[in-house]
């Protein structure tokens, strides 16, 4: 008979840090780490910008090589996920964080596939259990990347950590969405008067700053229920 696979389990409850000190916290290592963090996000940024050139071009060598671009683009922005976790949780720098990235990539995707398909069906239910499991699960990556867990392991030792926290995990990830809106929203108005592909670049140029920023916040959030 096999044994249950271990998650961990902490011995009392802990109060959670401050939104406060979460923001100021992923701020401080923004700052201190800047250009680390932006060489390893800027990578899908730049095939994204490509796009949108290229969509304007016309022609039909055009839109096979935006196709192709495209596709590559999305490679890269599932792999830069992975990298500014080693990045974070390791302190490994652009070569070594994409590095561990590439080599991982399978079971990222297994990883993924698995707390997507999870949560989809737990929405197919209600929509109350598809946003438990959407918080539950939403660590794996860190799991997965920073203490090697494989598989469904890497989702229990997930639920493991924020069950007992729901709440205020809900709250921390809401209210960094809700600025994450409010400045979407601020930028597309901005970003009005330069047209199409300055909106996509205004847009490009947000995400690399929302990139290093958000797996920064989330490392926090895992770090602090560790």
Same mark, same amino acid.
């Given at each position: ?67 192709? #671009?495209? @596709? ?6 599932? $792999?830069?996920? *992975?990298?500014? /976790?080693?990045? =974070?949780? %390791? +302190? ?80 921390? #990830?809401? @209210? ?6 409010? $400045?979407?929203? *601020?930028?597309? /108005?901005?970003? =009005?008067? %330069? +047209? ?31």
């Amino acid at each position: 008979q096999q044994n249950s696979p271990v998650v961990p389990q902490r011995a009392a409850l802990i109060p959670m840090a401050t939104v406060g000190q979460f923001l100021s916290g992923t701020l401080g290592y923004c700052q201190a780490n800047l250009l680390r963090l932006l060489s390893i996000a800027v990578v899908p940024v730049i095939f994204n910008i490509a796009v949108s050139f290229l969509s304007i071009s016309g022609g039909r060598s055009a839109i096979f090589t935006t196709i192709i #671009v495209s @596709l590559v683009g999305w490679l890269a922005t599932f $792999l830069s996920v *992975l990298a500014l /976790i080693y990045a =974070v949780g %390791f +302190g490994d720098n652009f070569v070594n964080a994409y590095k561990k990235s590439i080599k991982n990539s399978f079971g990222y995707a297994w990883v993924s596939l698995l707390v997507t398909v999870v949560i989809m069906g737990g929405a197919v239910m209600l929509v109350v259990p598809g946003v438990i499991f959407t918080f539950w699960f939403f660590l794996s990556n860190y799991t997965f990347a920073i203490e090697g867990k494989k598989g469904m392991d890497a989702l229990m030792a997930s639920k493991e950590y924020v069950r007992n926290y729901l709440g205020p995990v809900l709250a921390r #990830v809401l @209210l960094l969405l809700l600025i994450i809106f409010i $400045l979407g929203m *601020l930028i597309g /108005i901005v970003s =009005v008067p %330069f +047209g199409e592909v300055g909106g996509r670049l205004v847009g490009s140029v947000f995400s690399l700053v929302f990139s290093p920023f958000a797996a920064v916040y989330f490392y926090m959030i895992y770090n602090n229920l560790v």
